[in-house]
């Protein structure tokens, strides 16, 4: 095994013998690459590449993050003269960038892409991010040495219009299909007939950092998995659930996606997770369509959040990219939706195309009673945000939020921002539906309160607290609260209690495994301030602790002085029931603030409700 050190960031590439003939080199960032919606759980990433040495066959080179480690390993088992083929299974500006380097370094390259994944190439092959600006704030005071050497010229592509297989004439057989999906309109899944090796790509992807080719077992990482599905996938599910059902077709043995280890013994489990995961989304009554185009992945980013906060609602969200999205498709999104979201980048002062395009399809079929919203990011300028803004008004749409406008890429705290305004806009559509249906009804109680069984259930009772959770450091640094009800202690040994979080609080995004929560035992008759507090509508992005005084567990966690008694407690599982997920913490540390106090519950008469 061979590899290479990046010490400024401790990122790596290791040499992985699958079999004679057939190597992945993996790319090991300890710690997440930048902040994306999928980086959310904080536990690194991996960059999984495949290369079949006797063909000098690159199948899913990384992104520019791995660039100098990944080519100095590459560099020791292809011959730099020699004619490389490099299947690219996602088309995108960092990964364009290792190409450019990875073009000038093998001259007789030949890059091979689906039909979209081609053309996105030609589109990005010579374009350049603007720019970060300097103290000055004008983009004429950089240097001329920050200006980046034009990249060498794009190699021949080889396009793969459909599903074809060839020989490598080493034994191997390789299949190559194109998976397009409104997040990735570029992507090439590669199979290795003979042994039953699937090179997904992004599917099946989990961003976790491990030196192992294949999972320990299901467990190891179905929690990574499913938060990758929640966040990147299920926007797109009807689009995803048709690329699996094509992939059951296939005599796989081995699941290998671009990020995260191998899935060897459970992969038939996880192609039912996926079928699974998406028809809940197809359920949904509700539905939010989500217009966008993406230059630099960082309005793509912005939808990202905006779905998944949407999407923890149960509204099913439907993702266009208008690049690559047929009219007839887009149309249909917007007679059927609830909601329409548009977001676009300001390129060269003025909108894509296909995003003016879509804006007069909205105008002319959209519905003035359904919200809107408008997002985007930008460089120098927003004038596409302007232009979809001001059209959008003038044609008498209402707006669902103000336009989010993000100047290059979304940090921690806006994209936690961005989330919480889709989860606002998901609970506005469902509250407009629940009082169209009573207006509907007939009136008297609802049918679920008024079963005796619902009515019992309001009979649990459990100790009135409030959850509190700090995350990260510095700028990045999150913090959120919740008012708790349903938790109750679980085990002596080690001393654990669960506590369920409805999937539309905020503050569930911080609660994966491994993340560190405080519980605020509230004290009976002192329980007011603290429920006013926490109870209260926040604006998204809203500070849940403005104002407080608070004080800090051994891990930082926010301590309410007027609670009872407080728990610093861990995630160690979490299990998906209906609405809520249950989680299963174990309490390492925790205090009595009140000894002579006691505990306050909260007795309700219904089980329909908190």
Known sequence: MGSSADPSSARRVIQLPLEPGLICLKGLSPTRLRFEVEYGLE??????????????????????????????????????????????????????????????????????????????????????????????GSPNDAPPAAIPPPPPALPPIEVVKQETSQALGDGHVLRLMPTPTPRWPGGLMAFEETTGLLMSGKFFAAHLCSESFAEANRSSSEEDRRYFYDCL???????????????????????????????????????????????????????????????????????????????????????????????????????????????????????????????????????????????????????????????????????????????????????????????????????EQRKAQRRSASGGLSESRSNPAVQALGRVVGSLCVLTTSKGEGSSRLSSAMVASWVSQASFSPPGFTVAVAKDRAVEALLHIG??????????????????????????????????????????????????GWLEATVQQRMECGDHWLLYAQASHGGVLDGSGTTAVHQRRSGANY
């Not at 030949?110 to 039909?115: G, K």
């Not at 309005?299 to 959040?305: E, L, S, W």
């Not at 104002?547 to 007027?562: A, R």
């Open 515 to 564: 993340d560190r929560f405080a519980l605020n035992v509230l004290a009976s008759g002192r329980e007011t301030g603290p429920m006013k507090q926490f109870l209260q509508p926040f604006a998204p992005g809203a500070d849940r602790f403005a104002g407080l005084e608070l004080d800090e567990s051994p891990s930082g966690q926010p301590i309410l002085p007027e609670a009872l």
């Open 43 to 136: 536990r690194g990433t991996t960059a999984n590449s495949f290369l079949f040495p006797a063909a000098a066959l690159l199948v899913h080179p990384p992104g520019a993050s791995f660039a100098e480690p990944f080519l100095t390993e590459l560099a020791a088992l292809v011959p730099s003269d020699a004619p490389l083929k490099v299947v690219v299974g996602d088309v995108n500006p960092n990964r364009v960038a290792l190409l450019h380097q990875l073009a000038a370094r093998w001259p007789n390259t030949l890059l091979v892409s689906s039909n979209a994944g081609a053309r996105l190439l030609e589109e990005l092959w010579s374009q350049q991010k603007p720019a970060k600006p300097t103290a000055s």
């Open 233 to 431: 996938m299920a926007p797109m599910a009807r689009q995803v659930d048709a690329v699996v059902e094509r992939l059951e077709e296939l005599d796989i043995r081995t699941i290998a996606p671009g990020h995260g280890p191998a899935i060897s013994e459970s992969w038939r489990s996880l192609l039912n997770d996926y079928h699974r995961w998406g028809a809940s989304q197809e359920r949904a009554r509700l539905s939010v369509a989500l217009l966008f185009a993406s230059a630099y992945g960082n309005t793509a980013a912005i939808a990202d959040g905006l779905a998944q906060g949407v999407g923890r609602t149960g509204v099913r969200v439907e993702s266009i990219n208008c690049e690559f999205t047929p009219p007839e498709q887009l149309l249909a999104a917007i007679r059927s939706c609830d909601a329409i979201l548009i977001g676009s980048p300001t390129l060269g002062g003025h909108a894509p195309t296909p995003i003016v395009s879509a804006l007069g399809t909205v105008l002319a079929e959209g519905d003035r009673s359904k919200p809107v919203g408008v997002f985007g990011s930008f460089g120098w300028s927003g004038e596409a945000l302007d232009l979809l803004e001001s059209k959008l008004r003038d044609g008498g749409f209402r707006f669902a939020f103000e336009p989010i406008k993000v100047k290059f890429s979304p940090d921690a705290a806006t994209l936690k921002t961005i989330e919480e305004t889709g989860t606002a806009l998901g609970r506005q559509l469902q509250a």
